[in-house]
């Protein structure tokens, strides 16, 4: 194990960076994206109304965060799998979830807010953490592994 590790430390060093950025998004969230919903669902949201949003700015505030989580997924999958169908099928499955995702929240946002929070609330989760990632790793190591 400890030579195979040996033998991929590029990899393993590009995995950690890769790792490593989806803990700085997390942690500058409030200084890199526009989303009112941070401070609102840390609190006590289910007494408040909805926060008032600029809904173009949150619209792609949450969509650049989406691009760059994927992005960083999808080369955290490169690296584990060494698989490139993997990866085209994961670009396919990111882009499809990406949009119905957004197009949810938005939907949900617009017609239903007060009454989903929760809805909101797991929705946006999709949306701004790298959820998928940790849903495909064990799928696909599965698949790879029962093929």
């Known amino acids: 194990m400890l030579q195979h590790l040996l033998k991929n430390k590029t990899y393993l060093s590009f ?8 803990v700085a ?3 500058f969230e409030n ?9 609102y669902f840390k609190g006590n949201f289910t007494n408040n109304h909805l926060p008032k949003v600029n809904v173009v700015k949150l619209f792609f505030s949450m969509g650049f965060r989406y691009y760059i989580n994927s992005m960083i997924s999808l080369g955290i999958l490169y690296i584990v799998f060494r ?8 670009i396919f ?3 499809l979830f990406g949009m119905v995702l957004m197009i949810s929240f938005f939907f949900v ?4 807010g007060e009454a989903n929070k929760m809805t909101l609330f ?17 799928a696909f190591y ?6």
């Not at 946002?109 to 239903?112: A, E, Q, S, V, W």
């Open 15 to 22: 995995g950690i960076i890769l790792l490593l950025a989806l």
């Open 25 to 27: 998004i997390r942690a």
């Open 31 to 39: 200084q890199i994206f526009y989303d009112p919903f941070l401070d």
């Open 83 to 90: 698989d490139t169908k993997i990866t085209k099928f994961s």
């Open 93 to 95: 499955l990111f882009s």
């Open 109 to 112: 946002m617009i017609k239903f």
């Open 122 to 138: 797991y929705i946006r989760r999709f949306i701004i953490q790298p959820i998928l990632l940790m849903l495909f790793i064990p």
């Open 142 to 147: 599965y698949h790879k592994k029962s093929s």
